[in-house]
């Protein structure tokens, strides 16, 4: 299956935690062509180091799960069309920031879904039709 | 006796597809450009090249199971809120690396 996974996918699948680790672990056998616009490497790295920084996981720990998580072969895509649609994207859904639109933009242009922890952002674009779901939860 | 290795050729073809792809899309040429093809053909090598030492996701699973495992013992155990809270704060990061804002 080809599919848009964002950095909380994949921060999730490397790191446990109460909701969802084995089963996105094991959803992610079946993602044949795991794709994602050039920002989710920086986006992970961030995400670690403010698990790193709040104290809920060690330096060490922090070191390991990032080394990890980049062994994740993903393409990695970017294009100035990509930045484009995703200001539109996030114009019309009334979202201040173009991160989540960015993935959302990459998704339309290479026909398969977007993947997202993030229920938010996954009701406001499933609810005007954009192909955005939960890897493994029901989140309508 | 040599043998052709299909599988190979098909990967090969539907990511120089995609590279052209991306370039005409980007920049007006005629297709039959010779620049579109290197230019396509040097992206292509470049990602090639950024995928060295990683795995497709079946076998990443598999092989950080080690890492998730001594993690779980250790009593690691990170709340989905902190992870998407972790990506507000590199979007805040990005701003103030592309904007100078001070929040």
Redesign the interface.
Known sequence: MKAVL???VL???????????REV??W?????E?LAPH?MP??VA??????EF?G??APA?AE??LA?A????????A???MHLHALRLARELQVS?T?DTAYLALALREGCPLFT??ERFLRNAASRGYPVRHPVADVT | MNRRRPETTFYLGEELTRALEDYRRTFTVPPSASALIREALRRFLEEARQNEGTLPARAWVEATEPLVTRLALEGVSVPTEEILRGLEEAEAERAIDLFGEDR
Do not use: C, K, N, W
């Open positions: 964002d950095a909380s921060v999730r699948a490397v790191v446990p935690g109460q909701a969802y680790h672990r094991d992610m056998r079946g993602v044949s795991p920002l920086f986006e961030t995400a670690i180091r403010h698990l709040i809920l996981i720990t390991a799960a990890e980049l062994r994740l072969r993903v393409g990695l895509r294009s100035r069309e920031r991160r922890l993030d």
